[in-house]
C-alpha cells in the first residue's frame, strides 16, 4: 500500500525567507503531485514531476522529484504572505488513484 | 466555463436522511472520483469510475453508492447519513494516458450532519 508523509504539517515563516516542505512516498510511484488548497476553497494542481531528477519552477516555488530516495520537495523562495495555503503532495502509482499526503500548512507572517 | 462542478455547495441535514451530491465536468474526462477531506483535511479517496464504469472502491460504508449515468457525470448518495458522515466532499475528473493525468478537483460539498 502506498502511503505519502509530508514534513511538516505545519509551517509558519517570514516574508522574504526560504523554506523547503518536504514529502516522501513508500514504495514505488510514476507520478508526482502537488496541489495548492486556500481556507474554504478546491485544490489547485501547481506541478506535476514524473522522472527521476524532473525539476519545475513557478515564480517563487519549485518542486523536485528523486525517485530512488522516493522523496519531493517544494522549494519555497523569498515567501510572500500569498503563498500561505495547505499545500499537498499526492503520489500515483498505476492509472487513477491518487494517495495524498497530510498536507502542509503555511503562514507567512510579515 | 467552470471545469467540475458539484452541487450542491453546502449541504446541512438530519441524522438518517438521505442525501445525493451531484457532479459534473466539461472536460472531456473519461474518469471521475469522489474524495473525501475530513475536519483534518485529510483527503482520502473514496470511489473512482472510468467511461462509467467502477474502478476504485475504497472502504467505504456501502451507505455510500456512486452513479454515473455518463461520463461527464457521478453522482453520490448517500443513505442514513451518521454525525461521522460530516465533511468536504470533492469530485474531480481526470484524462487516462492525457495531460500527465493531473486530477481536476470541483469546488467541494461542505456537509454538515446533524
Known amino acids: 500500500e502506498l502511503k505519502v508523509e509530508q514534513n511538516p504539517l505545519f509551517l509558519s515563516m517570514q516574508e522574504g525567507k526560504n523554506y523547503t516542505i518536504y514529502c516522501n512516498y513508500s514504495?514505488?510511484?510514476?507520478?508526482l503531485y502537488w496541489y495548492r488548497q486556500d481556507p474554504g476553497k478546491s485544490l489547485e494542481s501547481l506541478f506535476v514531476?514524473?522522472?527521476?531528477?524532473a525539476v519545475k519552477q513557478e515564480g517563487r516555488l519549485m518542486a523536485s522529484l528523486d525517485t530512488k530516495a522516493r522523496l519531493s520537495t517544494l522549494h519555497i523562495t523569498a515567501a510572500v504572505h500569498d503563498l500561505s495555503a495547505t499545500y499537498f503532495c499526492?503520489?500515483?502509482?498505476?492509472?487513477?488513484?491518487?494517495?495524498f499526503g497530510k498536507g502542509t500548512k503555511l503562514s507567512v507572517i510579515p | 466555463d467552470t471545469a467540475v462542478s458539484q452541487t450542491p455547495k453546502y449541504l446541512v441535514t438530519q441524522m438518517g436522511n438521505d442525501k445525493s451530491i451531484k457532479c459534473e465536468q466539461n472536460?472531456?474526462?473519461?474518469?471521475m472520483y469522489w474524495y473525501k477531506q475530513d475536519s483534518k483535511k485529510f483527503l482520502k479517496i473514496m470511489f473512482s469510475?472510468?467511461?462509467?464504469?467502477?474502478?476504485i472502491n475504497e472502504t467505504v460504508p456501502n451507505r455510500f453508492s456512486p452513479k454515473s449515468p455518463d461520463k461527464a457525470h457521478l453522482n453520490l448518495h448517500i443513505n442514513s447519513l451518521e454525525l461521522g458522515d460530516s465533511a468536504v466532499y470533492f469530485c474531480?475528473?481526470?484524462?487516462?494516458?492525457?495531460?500527465?493525468?493531473?486530477?481536476?478537483f470541483g469546488p467541494g460539498t461542505r456537509l454538515l450532519v446533524l
Open positions: 474531480a475528473s481526470s484524462q487516462e494516458g492525457g495531460a500527465q493525468e493531473t486530477q481536476y
Open positions: 514504495t514505488t510511484s510514476d507520478r
Open positions: 514531476l514524473l522522472s527521476n531528477g
Open positions: 499526492a503520489a500515483g502509482a498505476g492509472s487513477y488513484q491518487l494517495t
Open positions: 472536460l472531456g474526462h473519461d474518469t
Open positions: 469510475y472510468n467511461n462509467k464504469e467502477l474502478i
